[in-house]
């Protein structure tokens, strides 16, 4: 069992940075790949980023590459999303989520943990 809290988000002007975090209880925490997806309102969830157990593989949606950083800290039970250049098509509630396989992916119902999500708007 995985529990998720995420922190870090808020209201921020576009061209603007924030991170989010992502805390994990449980000592297995390592072995999970981990997500950000997010969900802005009338759309369905998409995925963010996504990183490996490990963090040597990550992956970027088009919609973020060379904005967006995944990062983790095993030791800490943490994983990071490093958000610059924001938008405002950026605004949406952001989700992490851990999957009980060493590598990430895409789709969302391949994710086994889900955080309450934290809501992150760019203003124009």
């Known amino acids: 069992q995985v529990q998720l809290v995420e922190s870090g988000g808020g209201l921020v002007q576009a061209g603007g940075s924030l991170r989010l975090s992502c805390a994990a209880s449980?000592?297995?925490?390592?072995?999970?790949?981990m997500g950000w997806f997010r969900q802005a309102p009338g759309k369905e969830r998409e995925i963010v980023a996504g990183?490996?157990?490990?963090?040597?593989?990550?992956y970027y949606a088009d919609s973020v590459k060379g904005r967006f950083t995944i990062s983790r800290d095993n030791a800490k039970n943490t994983v990071y999303l490093q958000m610059n250049s924001l938008k405002p098509e950026d605004t949406a509630i952001y989700y992490c989520?851990?999957?009980?396989?060493?590598?990430?992916?895409?789709?969302?119902?391949?994710?086994?943990?889900w955080g309450q999500g934290t809501q992150v708007t760019v203003s124009s």
């Open positions: 989520a851990a999957r009980s396989k060493s590598g990430w992916h895409t789709l969302a119902n391949e994710y086994d943990y």
């Open positions: 449980g000592r297995t925490f390592s072995s999970y790949a």
């Open positions: 990183i490996s157990w490990n963090g040597r593989s990550t």
